[in-house]
């Protein structure tokens, strides 16, 4: 389990084999080390990624995602958009989290590297200026009394325009039987 703290300005995290170093000042990685075999199987799982605390409602798009591929040979960018939230509970406790949405690119690289990209996982993630404010809020009694009040109209209205458009379509059949216009 990975747990990480993150400064709220856009940045990025990556995921990427062999052994990573600065050169020129500039994050490089060496893979040469990795085999033909050992390159040709790449999979990851992303069991829980979450960029703050779990609310009630909660989904995460990235979720218990897994992914089999037959080559190391892919760039695999997700960029992410995060999103702040106010999450305030029936009881008046306020808890401030984090909601984001996804883009998933995959691009193939040379296993060379270079300009073309680096094998890995890669995560591009950029905080809204906007926020989400969600609040609990439970229903009174009358407020379900109008909600089933509405619901059983609702039935009511629907089955009589079934019944109506049955009545008149029979109505019009039988007359023109009754004419002979149908056989």
């Given at each position: 389990q990975l747990r990480s703290q993150l400064?709220?300005?856009?940045?990025?995290f990556h995921f990427a084999p062999g052994r990573?170093?600065?050169q020129s000042h500039v994050h490089v990685h060496d893979y040469s080390i990795l085999t033909e075999k050992l390159s040709s199987i790449f999979h990851y799982f992303i069991?829980?990624?979450a960029f703050g605390d779990h609310y009630p409602g909660f989904t995460n798009p990235l979720d218990n995602l897994k992914v089999n591929v037959e080559e190391l040979s892919h760039m695999y960018t997700?960029?992410?958009k995060i999103v702040p939230t106010t999450y305030v509970k029936l009881n008046g406790s306020v808890l401030h989290t984090n909601q984001f949405s996804v883009t998933k690119y995959i691009k193939p690289t040379a296993l060379?590297?270079?300009h073309?990209?680096?094998p890995g996982i890669?995560?591009?993630y950029d905080i809204n200026p906007i926020m989400v404010w969600i609040k609990e809020n439970d229903k009174s009694f009358i407020q379900f009394i109008t909600n089933l009040c509405a619901i059983v109209g609702g039935i009511f209205t629907v089955s009589s325009l079934i019944d109506s458009?049955?009545?008149?379509?029979?109505?019009?059949?039988?007359?023109?039987?009754?004419?002979?216009?149908?056989?």
């Amino acid at each position: 389990q990975l747990r990480s703290q993150l400064v709220e300005v856009a940045g990025n995290f990556h995921f990427a084999p062999g052994r990573s170093f600065t050169q020129s000042h500039v994050h490089v990685h060496d893979y040469s080390i990795l085999t033909e075999k050992l390159s040709s199987i790449f999979h990851y799982f992303i069991n829980f990624l979450a960029f703050g605390d779990h609310y009630p409602g909660f989904t995460n798009p990235l979720d218990n995602l897994k992914v089999n591929v037959e080559e190391l040979s892919h760039m695999y960018t997700y960029y992410v958009k995060i999103v702040p939230t106010t999450y305030v509970k029936l009881n008046g406790s306020v808890l401030h989290t984090n909601q984001f949405s996804v883009t998933k690119y995959i691009k193939p690289t040379a296993l060379s590297g270079g300009h073309e990209g680096l094998p890995g996982i890669f995560f591009n993630y950029d905080i809204n200026p906007i926020m989400v404010w969600i609040k609990e809020n439970d229903k009174s009694f009358i407020q379900f009394i109008t909600n089933l009040c509405a619901i059983v109209g609702g039935i009511f209205t629907v089955s009589s325009l079934i019944d109506s458009l049955i009545y008149h379509s029979s109505k019009v059949v039988l007359e023109k039987l009754e004419a002979g216009k149908l056989s």
